[in-house]
């Protein structure tokens, strides 16, 4: 592995690379979040193949943070990821992005219409706030009751206590990491999550949407990308199948694949049979 930094416009940019020398395509990897950062395991095994890029977005992991929160944007990610290819010299990538970085993919796609993009991977793809806020509210309300309750109340009196993180990883567990006990690496990198870039992003809590991705909304736009994409979810995903089965009818060359007992960090739960499906794509 080498790291390195990119000078952003807004400054620095960490960035990893694996397998630098092999001759495939390379793989550029766009992290969730907002306010996440960058997760090597399983990904980088694709570097037997092709170069396998990751880095961490402004105010995420190793990157600087924003001097002002008001530098955190769509607009501002999206030229980022635009300035990230342009500084790693990639003439020809692939894009994969998980949740959050689907989205910031899918705009890049639509607004920078970047010509060195050869195709799409979207993992547990987040393309739309609205789809995405029904989808989750399915999943609430399948929780029993009295957590229920514990999520109306925090999410009326804006009050997020001790019982309400109880019921978050309660949900985590049945849709973000099925296969308990959470790895440590997992662990660490939900602890350093940037929570003021996620707050202004998305929210005070997962489950409650005020921030600037309020009127997040690519789906009537899907259609504009024509690259091959794969379109990856969990069995038991914070999103609906159906929402990906959506997604993908609405792209002339999408591709869908569902991996099975497993969630939104389907990729670390079910390794072999992701790099299987991605392998399959990428050949």
């Not at 907002?34 to 980088?44: A, D, E, I, K, T």
């Not at 739309?128 to 806020?133: L, R, Y």
């Not at 949900?171 to 308990?180: D, G, P």
């Amino acid at each position: 592995m080498k790291e390195g930094y990119i000078e952003g416009a807004k400054g620095r940019l960490w960035y990893s690379v694996y397998g630098e020398d092999r001759k495939g395509t390379p793989l550029l990897v766009v992290h969730g979040g907002p306010g996440f950062l960058s997760m090597p395991q399983v990904l980088s095994d694709l570097a037997d193949e092709r170069p396998v890029y990751f880095y961490d977005q402004l105010g995420c992991g190793k990157s600087d943070k924003a001097k002002d929160m008001d530098d955190y944007s769509v607009e501002y990610y999206t030229k980022e990821l635009d300035d990230v290819i342009e500084g790693l010299e990639l003439s020809e990538v692939i894009l994969f992005g998980h949740s959050w970085g689907a989205g910031l993919v899918c705009s890049h796609m639509l607004e920078n219409k970047p010509e060195g993009v050869k195709a799409l991977i979207l993992s547990s793809p987040y393309l739309s706030t609205p789809i995405w806020e029904e989808d989750m509210k399915k999943l609430v309300s399948k929780l029993p009751e009295p957590m229920v309750e514990i999520i109306r109340k925090a999410e009326s009196d804006h009050e997020y206590g001790e019982d309400y993180f109880g019921v978050m990883m309660e949900f985590y567990k049945r849709h973000m990491y099925t296969h308990t006990p959470f790895p440590g690496y997992l662990m660490e990198a939900i602890g350093a999550i940037n929570q003021e870039l996620y707050g202004v992003m998305w929210g005070p809590s997962d489950l409650e949407l005020t921030g600037k991705l309020r009127s997040f909304d690519l789906s009537p736009r899907l259609g504009e990308i024509t690259v091959p994409v794969l379109l990856i979810c969990g069995d038991r995903d914070e999103m609906d199948v159906r929402t990906l089965r959506d997604f993908q009818m609405a792209m002339s060359k999408g591709q869908m694949a569902v991996i099975p007992d497993a969630g939104h960090m389907n990729h670390l739960e079910k390794p072999d049979i992701f790099k299987a499906v991605v392998r399959d794509f990428l050949d």
